[in-house]
């Protein structure tokens, strides 16, 4: 293993003075020690393909950057690596985490796939790749075979990392930013965690109504909480829950959907709620838990402190929108009566129960009951 400020110092003396990712569990140390570590600025992408594009930017101004996420997000960055930096020839450096390696340690069953195709999808896009350093002694050639390809060929190069490379770095994690005025609700300051929002939701589902359950460690707290048969707990597809919802609600107007959505899924995916405004099914809830922070990815902090989700929606065309700041309070909301697209704004305190474990139901098991929950056989 090796130290994240052996690899920081060593790529700084390349030029190397910007890093754009977004968080991977494999790569908690290492953002960790980007984001303390004042020689270097770390910009907290959205999604993939806004880290690639913004250090590609980066790179057109004069300063070599990094773009840092993990592999099964690698999908969202293949339009700006083939239309963008390949077609401008604009060499950055990637970090690609290999979650799912094959006959590596055991993961979770959204990085199987893409365990095995990431090198294969990095090569299709003529993106040569190695495996990040493992040891200090490699870090200066691993960098200096990056910088001959990208000087040479002014294109990205990309550093593969598995698990367990790079040493813890402790780190306030926090990116600082002043809360804006809140335009479209009461302000409200985080007192209750997840679990007690989770509770209160779950007690105004009725058995017809799905909940859909963000990446992460909504999904299995929600679980831990209770087992209902319309609960879907989403593994990967990072910020796609209100989407997901979004599509089961238009097909399925006569049952309430409740997507219950975290702040950096949110975030990942803003656009979404452009069109979930624009189609206004009024059997949607869509419900933001916002502790401010990537909880499951090493916390992080996200940016939500300096957003105002409630104005956003309102803006995007939700008729309802509210900030609740207590179970009873949500408790009261979700059970008053409406025919409106409604959008909750909950903070919620950051924090894990103890040993939580993770839903024993499989992805496809979960899909078949949903499917059962239709009623009319469609």
């Known amino acids: 293993m090796i130290e994240a400020g052996s690899f920081v110092s060593k790529a700084g003396e390349q030029g190397f003075g910007l890093f754009a990712g977004v968080p991977c569990s494999y790569l908690t140390p290492f953002i960790n020690h980007v984001i303390d570590d004042p020689a270097v600025r770390y910009v907290c992408a959205a999604n993939e393909g806004d880290a690639v594009a913004i250090a590609a930017g980066a790179e057109l101004g004069g300063t070599h950057a990094v773009a ?69 002694a490699q870090i200066d050639h691993s960098l200096e075979r990056a910088m001959s390809h990208m000087n040479k060929e002014h294109r990205p190069y990309a550093l593969v990392m598995r698990k367990g490379t790079v040493n813890p770095s402790p780190t306030s994690a926090s990116l600082p930013q002043e809360p804006i005025a809140t335009a479209n609700c009461d302000p409200a300051t985080a007192l209750h965690s997840r679990r007690d929002m989770l509770l209160a939701i779950q007690s105004q589902v009725g058995p017809d109504d799905y909940l859909i359950a963000t990446t992460g460690y909504t999904g299995r707290e929600l679980f831990a909480c209770a087992d209902l048969p319309g609960q879907l707990y989403m593994v990967g597809s990072m910020g796609c829950a209100s989407s997901l919802g979004l599509g089961l609600a238009l097909a399925r107007p006569e049952r309430k959907t409740i997507v219950i959505d975290g702040d950096g899924a949110a975030l990942m995916r803003l656009g979404a709620l452009t069109t979930i405004g624009y189609q206004r099914p009024g059997n949607l809830l869509h419900i933001v838990l916002d502790n401010s922070v990537h909880e499951s990815t090493g916390r992080q902090s996200t940016v939500s402190a300096s957003i105002d989700f409630c104005a956003i929606a309102a803006a995007c065309g939700y008729p309802r929108v509210e900030r609740v700041a207590t179970p009873g309070d949500l408790r009261k909301s979700l059970a008053a009566a409406s025919t409106e697209l409604s959008f909750y704004h909950v903070p919620t305190l950051p924090g894990v129960p103890a040993d939580l474990g993770r839903p024993t139901i499989r992805p496809a098991e979960v899909a078949q009951r949903i499917r059962k929950l239709r009623g009319t056989g469609k």
């Open 68 to 136: 840092m996420f993990q592999n099964s997000g690698l999908g969202n960055a293949v339009s700006p690596l083939t239309s963008l930096t390949h077609v401008f020839e604009i060499p950055i450096l990637l970090i690609v985490t290999l979650r799912g390696e094959p006959g590596g340690p055991p993961d979770e069953p959204q990085h199987s796939l893409m365990g095995e195709i990431t090198t294969t999808m990095l090569e299709a896009m003529r993106i040569p790749w190695e495996y990040f350093p493992a040891e200090e």
